[in-house]
């Protein structure tokens, strides 16, 4: 499962370096042409925009697993351990059932919108809304690794530069 757990990782972070890298191209080639030859590239706010919000859909996994979103963690912190898990236990649920309602209303957008087709690029919208699907899904899974050091002990993964860092300074 570790092994799994390390290529998944691994995939989404070089999905999402590879989406940031291509969107900074992007934008700086239609900002240099912008100012150097007055012309700008049609379709580079739109797909950048489309790049942004997958970036958005498939980030949101790699930082729950972190504990990187927002979270109110005094009260937790405040009750006896039993029922700080049991808490932590009430929002694991219901964070994995936002998740599956993401997927579930992903699916319902790409089925709305698959022949409606972006201005620029004439692409379906379908394609754009399927960032939520696919995005619920990786959250789901992120947080399946993640969800029993969560509930026991509100726990979360570390990373190997973390690990260092951490080692380092002590």
């Not at 989404?12 to 042409?33: H, P």
Request: proline fraction near 1%; charge should be positive; charged fraction near 15%.
């Amino acid at each position: 499962m570790k092994t799994f757990e390390r290529w998944f990782l691994a995939a989404n972070r070089w999905t999402l370096i590879l989406l940031l890298a291509a969107m900074a191209v992007i934008i700086f080639t239609n900002v240099a042409l912008r100012y150097l030859t007055n012309q700008s590239i049609e379709w580079a706010e739109e797909v950048s925009r489309h790049m942004m919000i997958w970036l958005t859909f498939l980030g949101a996994g790699p930082v729950l697993r972190y504990g990187g979103h927002i979270a109110v963690e005094n009260l937790q912190d405040a009750v006896p351990r039993r029922l700080g898990v049991a808490m932590r236990l009430l929002v694991a649920l219901l964070l994995f059932a936002f998740f599956l309602f993401m997927i579930w209303y992903g699916w319902l957008y790409i089925e709305r919108t698959r022949f409606q087709l972006t201005a620029a690029t004439q692409v379906s919208f379908a394609w754009i809304y399927s960032a939520m699907l696919v995005g619920g899904v990786l959250l789901c899974v992120h947080f399946l690794l993640i969800a029993r050091g969560y509930v026991a002990g509100r726990t979360f993964a570390t990373d190997a530069h973390f690990d260092a860092a951490a080692a380092a300074a002590l």
